[in-house]
């Protein structure tokens, strides 16, 4: 009787000291596509060496333990044990379904890994445009028309957010080849909030320039000032 969440490429009841070598040393160490002729010429390569016509293709009864059936070519069946108490009778899975079930776990394995990665890097990036935001917002509020140190800063911090933007964009754009980017993209309140951002740097792109322009008219005009005296 197996549980359902039954691992079905480890050793099952099913199985044999024999049949189970050649499953997990010959067939299920391929891989994909596997081939229990290839398994049966794993096992025996002397014999392949040799060119015995023998170790072409893999015996009776590598095939009956390869499609689950048994010694008189039946099919076998276990008893699966189910969450909610109940039973079934199943049939015995072929080797093939077996190695298969191990690649989608390994599959969902990596999955969850890189969907853990992205979080963990959307996070990140959330963060260091809050902080971006943070400074140029500052140095908005400090912002004197006559002072060049306070635009020096303004400008630094404006440079500073549109640099981090144009990481942010990199990294969402650049997703057609990864699923895993390709959901953070499409997520749509990030992408509002990017966006807003951008908007908020076109504005402060705009402000820094007419303030740029300011502080010349400004020194322009003292230096004519100077000039008349």
């Known amino acids: ?22 499953f997990a040393l010959y067939y299920f160490s391929q891989r994909p596509p596997r081939s229990v002729n290839e398994a049966y010429r794993k096992k025996n390569p002397v014999k392949v060496a040799k060119g015995q016509q023998d170790a072409r293709n ?4 590598w095939r009956r333990w390869s499609t689950g059936k048994d010694p008189k070519n039946r099919q076998k069946y276990y008893i699966l044990q189910n969450d909610d108490g109940t039973q079934e009778t199943k049939i015995v899975p072929s080797w093939a379904e077996r190695a298969q079930a191990f690649d989608d776990h390994q599959l969902k394995l990596a999955r969850d890994k890189a969907a853990q990665e992205i979080q963990q890097t959307t996070e990140k990036m959330q963060q260091t445009l809050h902080d971006a935001t943070k400074k140029l917002a500052t140095a908005w509020s400090k912002y004197s028309p006559s002072g060049d140190e306070n635009i020096a800063t303004l400008a630094q911090a404006t440079d ?3 640099g981090v933007l144009g990481h942010v964009f990199d990294v969402f754009g650049d997703s057609d080849q990864d699923d895993g980017r390709q959901q953070a993209r499409t997520d749509q309140t990030d992408m509002q909030r990017v966006d807003e951002i951008a908007r908020l740097v076109g504005l402060g792109l705009q402000r820094k320039k007419q303030a740029e322009k300011r502080a010349a008219d400004q020194r322009a005009a003292k230096g004519k000032k100077k000039n008349e005296t």
């Open 160 to 162: 500073r957010l549109v």
């Open 58 to 61: 893999a015996p009776s009864n």
């Open 1 to 22: 009787m197996l549980a359902d969440d039954q691992r079905l490429w480890e050793r099952q009841p099913w199985d044999t000291d024999a049949s189970y070598t050649a």
